[in-house]
């Protein structure tokens, strides 16, 4: 336990040394406020609740969360701090975690510097508080098997550029499991179960039943089971390719 | 005392490292010597439990690398080729993280970072990025972190690579003050760095131990192991010289004439009949100096002879 969060603090901390963590903050902000606005139309809408402002979550972060989890592990073995890190004496799980946790606490971070989005529609209106707190929840729980994902493409590999790729296409997949596209493509030969089950898959279906306050086991399951298993793949992928 | 027993390591069909024994006891600095992609790193690799052998054993204070990592880990400490190190962090920040996982706290923690901070000189670079930093004290930085748990067995590649001669003086007195506590091997292309620092050397050559032995030993293997160096009034006395009993071979330097190196037989005594021959001719003679051996000669000859001479 005491591993896993001197991990986390020095990789947070590394976050914050550099400017990645303040441009990544801004534009993060800066588009959360142009979706809510502009394109989901929260002013029209008339509404009082944060609708528009979750809608484009699973977008939002197909583009930024990649390119925060692109140099979790490539830029280490890129640096040769691999070698260093593996040879101290850690469990590997425990690194692994403990990068994956600084991660998601920046992610939250994000979200709850989005705050003033809250206060506004609190003071414009009367919004069901319930609801907004679970969509941030089910946002979060999103926002972590993206990172899970980027975590374990990043361990693949020593190019940040090709660990960013590799994430957003794998994330895309995860968010048009259940896109007609998609699902047009095997319905015509695959059996029935094999179609519900990629439709299943999708970030869409659990987390938009979350953000419309439907905060059900079943959603959050899928969620922590899709971050446990992506992050014992990292594990798996850096023990088996430390040489290279 | 870490023990290595037949170890093997390939990647793909290249052999890194080809059944590889040692025994290295508390007291002992090793130096393993070896070209570059001769198995030097990947040996290290191993028995800091990065790399798994493919068939093989390292035990290190009887602690099995394979069933019991983290306690070979916690005993170990270890500057890996290159010394990285996350370049974001200040030199204070990244000894500390090291320091923490290393399970010290508290007061006992600030000790060790003052004392390992005070013995590598880096006051003056403790709040600066490591990215900053000079080759010099980014290895500095490197070594620090290695010795912060002042570990039994320390195992450091290539510690002086890239360091001016000021700096890898100073490694060097550091690596002769450590071996004190603990034992350490390290490795080096540097032949002169065996004579400084090492009670014991290895060649490795493709993957495999060539030679074992002290620095002497090892000179000793050299052809020129005995030879006499003399310096002549002038040139022209080499026939002389040359039916000496002994001498195998006379080399003369085309620069300096009556410069000569007289080059023993095998188990030859060649400096009593150069002195002998001197005082019964009556030569006047401005040098004259026995060689130890040349490990570099010896380095070569063991590995060209494993690669081939085309090599």
Known sequence: ?244 | MIEVEHLHKRFGDFVAVEDISLTIRPGEVLGILGPNGAGKTTTMRMITGYLHPDRGRVEVFGHDVTNAPLQVKSLLGYLPEGAPAYGEMNVRAFLDFVASVRGLRGRKKRERLDGVIGKLELEPVLQRPIDTLSKGFKRRVGLAQAIVHQPPALILDEPTDGLDPNQKHQVRQLILELAQNSLIIISTHLLEEVHAVCSRAIIIAQGRIVADGTPAALERRSRYHGAVRIQLPAAGLEAELAILPGIADIESDPMLPGRLLLIPKAGYDLFPAVRDWISQNGIEVLELSVERGRLDEVFRQLTLEETGPCA
């Open chain 1, 1 to 244: 336990m005491r591993l896993i969060w001197i991990i986390c603090r020095r990789e947070l901390s590394s976050y914050f040394a550099t400017p990645l963590a303040y441009v990544f903050l801004v534009i993060f902000l800066l588009l959360c406020g142009i979706s809510t606005f502009y394109l989901g139309g929260w002013y029209e809408r008339n509404q009082a609740d944060l609708q528009p402002f979750f809608d484009y979550h699973p977008l939002l972060y197909l583009v930024l969360i990649p390119a925060v989890s692109m140099r979790l592990w490539a830029e280490e073995r890129k640096t040769g701090t691999l070698e260093l890190l593996l040879t101290l004496p850690v469990p590997l799980p425990a690194a692994v975690l403990g990068k994956f946790l600084a991660a998601w606490s920046f992610i939250a971070l994000a979200l709850i510097l989005t705050c003033p989005l809250w206060i506004t529609v609190n003071w414009l209106g009367d919004p069901d508080n319930g609801v907004i707190l679970a969509a941030y929840l089910g946002s979060l729980l999103m926002a972590g098997s993206y990172l899970a994902i980027g975590e374990c493409l990043s361990a693949a590999t020593r190019n940040q550029v090709i660990a960013f790729i590799l994430t957003v296409v794998v994330c895309l997949l995860f968010i048009a499991a259940g896109s007609p596209i998609v699902l047009d493509l095997f319905q015509r030969w695959a059996p029935a179960w094999l179609v519900d089950g990629i439709a299943s898959l999708s970030f869409l279906t659990h987390f938009q039943d979350i953000s419309r306050g439907v905060l059900n086991l079943r959603d959050v399951l899928f969620f922590l089971i899709l971050i446990c298993g992506w992050l014992w793949a990292a594990s798996v992928v850096i023990e088996n390719k430390k040489a290279g």
